[in-house]
């Protein structure tokens, strides 16, 4: 895409009376082309109550390879007034795998735990970008999460792949209270 054809999709972004659809179609396209300017537009649809604009938004923005995206997902994931819509933003810090991913969603998910607020869809989607990522600091959160029947299969998972799940001496699995093993 030339720069004349980017400038104009740029106007698309900040010209009044634009549709939704409209804006997001020229962030995307923007995002293919590897252009900045769509940041802006992205993140606040990564924010977006339609799961279906806000997982478009998180895969323009992987897209993108903007060095901010990373820190937009992580205030995202873990605010807790959007907990509602916190899936993409996880799943994103999950694909970037950027230092701001795994606190993200350790304190994400050690504060849905402490709330016993185990509906939304945030919490299976923190345990198991904890587990894909692999990261040996979320064994604790992954532990506290095994006693929930309806996330102990998936944090059996995430904590067998970061060492943090070991047999006991009757030869039953049981996650570890011991740090995992590095």
């Known amino acids: 895409m030339d720069s004349a054809a980017r400038d104009e999709l740029a106007g698309v972004l900040t010209a009044p009376g634009q549709p939704l659809e409209v804006r997001e179609a020229a962030a ?4 293919a082309a590897g252009d900045r300017r769509a940041f802006e537009t992205l993140a606040l649809l990564l924010n977006y109550r339609e799961p279906e604009r806000a997982e478009n938004a998180a895969r323009a923005l992987a897209l993108l390879g903007d060095p901010r995206t990373a820190r937009a997902a992580a205030a995202l994931a873990t605010n807790p007034l959007r907990v509602a819509y916190a899936v993409p933003p996880i799943r994103l810090l999950v694909q970037l795998r950027a230092p701001e991913s795994v606190p ?10 402490a709330e016993q607020t185990l509906g939304w869809d945030a919490v299976p989607a923190c345990v198991e970008g904890l ?17 929930h029947p309806r996330l102990r299969t998936a944090a059996v998972a ?4 970061i060492g943090g799940y070991e047999a006991d001496a009757s030869g039953a699995r049981a ?8």
């Open 175 to 182: 996650a570890s209270d011991e740090a995992p093993r590095t």
């Open 131 to 147: 587990g894909e990522l692999g990261d040996p600091r979320a064994a604790t959160v992954l532990r506290a999460a095994c006693a």
């Open 28 to 31: 995307v396209a923007l995002a």
């Open 158 to 161: 995430a904590l067998e792949r």
């Open 104 to 113: 993200a969603l350790i304190e994400t998910l050690d504060r849905l735990l």
